[in-house]
């Protein structure tokens, strides 16, 4: 089955005046224009192609790679706007289209939206929305605590940021666990923290607890070598310089500079930490 909005690989059948025919397993036929056909080719040969509608809605293959796929997330560029709605830039020639009624918020020309892209049972077309929370689902989760997983950065809250989570759940990374900017669309691993009532997952960024000392660790060992060998912070430094110079809360920093001392990698004095 040749599979809309998805990659497929297929055979060559045929070469026509307009492109070479491509065949599937149960002897379903795409175009492949001639714009995409490859100088040298055999018949039966197998390429990897994109398959959607073109302009008269009729199945066509690309080998040209969209920016997203048929159930998928990401940032698009609105290109323009009808009477119908939104025409995002998705890498191919034809746009993808966001109806008004599948916009969070009005889109305008320029502007860039983190959308889903699924296919509309109703017109058999693909088609992008950026109410994206729809195509979340929390009620069965995949994942249990200290998992690591995929994130999306999804919007932001009073309380923190909004993440999808490997393109099923939405979590929820909270300020204080915030230490670098994040931007809506930004692809980053994370882990599992806790699952509160309702499923609600609480997501933190690198990884948790013990296991969190080594990466905090080494980003303090390559600040040092950054400032040679010297960090003026100690125990006693406030949370939010700690915070500024190493994108860690205070108690991971201290964490960190136990094992790194206890390693006898640096040593410890009134004005600060200092390379062994």
Same mark, same amino acid.
């Given at each position: /089955? ?62 040209? /790679? ?40 009005? /889109? ?44 999306? !950065? ?8 909004? !993440? ?83 994108? /860690? ?7 960190? !500079? ?17 390379? !062994?």
């Amino acid at each position: /089955m040749i599979h809309l909005g998805q990659i497929n690989t297929l055979e060559i059948l045929r070469e026509t005046d307009h492109g070479v025919y491509l065949i599937d397993d149960d002897d379903n036929e795409v175009l492949l224009p001639n714009r995409y056909v490859p100088e040298a080719f055999k018949i039966w040969d197998k390429l990897e192609v994109f398959v959607y509608l073109d302009n008269e809605e009729r199945p066509v293959a690309t080998t040209d /790679m969209p920016y997203i796929k048929r159930d998928d997330f990401a940032l698009l560029r609105c290109n323009q706007i009808t009477d119908y709605g939104a025409f995002l830039d998705w890498g191919l020639v034809k746009e993808l289209f966001c109806p008004f009624k599948e916009q969070a918020f009005k /889109m305008k020309p320029g502007g860039w939206y983190l959308v889903h892209c699924y296919l509309d049972e109703k017109t058999d077309r693909l088609v992008a929305s950026s109410k994206t929370n729809r195509f979340l689902n929390n009620k069965e989760l995949t994942v249990k605590v200290f998992d690591e997983v995929d994130l999306i !950065v999804s919007h932001p809250s009073d309380i923190g940021m909004n !993440v999808i989570v490997n393109k099923i759940h939405s979590g929820l990374i909270y300020k204080d666990a915030i230490f670098s900017d994040l931007s809506v669309g930004d692809k980053l691993k994370g882990i599992v923290k806790k699952i509160r009532p309702g499923n609600k997952l609480d997501i933190a960024l690198g990884q948790i607890g013990y296991r969190n000392i080594e990466p905090n660790a080494e980003r303090i060992l390559n600040e040092l070598h950054d400032n040679s060998g010297y960090l003026k912070l100690t125990d006693k430094s406030s949370p939010e310089v700690i915070k500024e110079t190493l994108q /860690m809360s205070k108690k991971n920093f201290k964490k960190a !500079v136990g094992t790194l001392y206890k390693q006898r990698q640096i040593e410890i004095k009134s004005d600060g930490i200092y390379l !062994v």
